[in-house]
């Protein structure tokens, strides 16, 4: 059974480093072709795709946020850890990580998602 | 990558079918056949429902069915039941060349009346 956790701050300031960490479970990111993604839904908005981590460590980010985004993970101990530099109000979202099956493009298991407040 | 347009809400009676329509571009819903839709009960995790636009992973009832015109994607729930009440979003393979992405409809309310 494939699960994945999201876990981290439910408050960071504004300006400070957002880490948040996704631990799975079912599968391995070193099976080759498997990917996990970040994903977050700010109140009342659209679902906003962030990242992406591939079985070889390939490293994929969407544009408006590359520079303040990292993706890593430590597949000892089955965890993808997401880190989100200098952040605002407008990065209070619902952050979700999810698996993308190898050469597919959907998200076949979810997190079930963490609330982050970037508020002072 | 602008966000998939979805209707705020639909309802239907226990029985009906619905359509929940999701509206992209040809660099995304138009341009690929890797639209999937996701069903969301409250504080739950997303559940895959349907992929590249019309096949369903094992143990998604038959009821649930996905299609594809143009721009326009669509997902529709045969013979409402109360539990299919939740919120329904879209999603889209997008790319450029630098950029492989993933765009995301803004979610749909299901109502079962």
């Known amino acids: 059974q494939v699960t994945l956790k999201e876990s981290g701050p439910a408050l960071v300031k504004p300006t400070q480093t957002l880490t948040l960490t996704c631990t799975f479970s079912g599968f391995s990111l070193t099976t080759n072709g498997m990917r996990v993604t970040w994903i977050r839904q700010p109140p009342g908005k659209a679902l906003e795709w962030l990242a992406r981590?591939?079985?070889?460590?390939?490293?994929f980010y969407t544009t408006s946020l590359k520079t303040r985004l990292t993706i890593s993970r430590d597949t000892s101990k089955n965890q993808v850890v997401l880190t989100l530099t200098n952040v605002d109000p407008v990065d209070t979202a619902t952050y979700y990580c999810?698996?993308?099956?190898?050469?597919?493009?959907?998200?076949?298991?979810w997190g079930q998602g963490t609330l982050v407040t970037v508020s002072s | 990558q602008s966000a998939l347009t979805q209707p705020a809400s639909v309802s239907g009676s226990p029985g009906q079918s619905i359509t929940i329509s999701c509206t992209g571009s040809?660099?995304?819903?138009?341009?690929?056949?890797?639209v999937s839709w996701y069903q969301q009960h409250p504080g739950k995790a997303p559940k895959l429902l349907i992929y590249d636009v019309s096949k369903r992973p094992s143990g998604v009832s038959s009821r649930f069915s996905g299609s594809k015109s143009d721009n326009t994607a669509s997902l529709t729930i045969s013979g409402l039941l109360a539990e299919d009440e939740a919120d329904y979003f879209c999603?889209?393979?997008?790319?450029?060349?630098?950029?492989?992405?993933?765009?995301f409809g803004g979610g749909t309310k299901v109502t079962v009346l």
């Open positions: 040809s660099s995304d819903v138009g341009g690929y056949h890797y």
């Open positions: 981590i591939d079985w070889d460590d390939d490293r």
């Open positions: 999603s889209s393979y997008t790319s450029t060349s630098t950029l492989v992405s993933w765009v």
């Open positions: 999810a698996r993308l099956p190898p050469a597919e493009y959907y998200f076949d298991s």
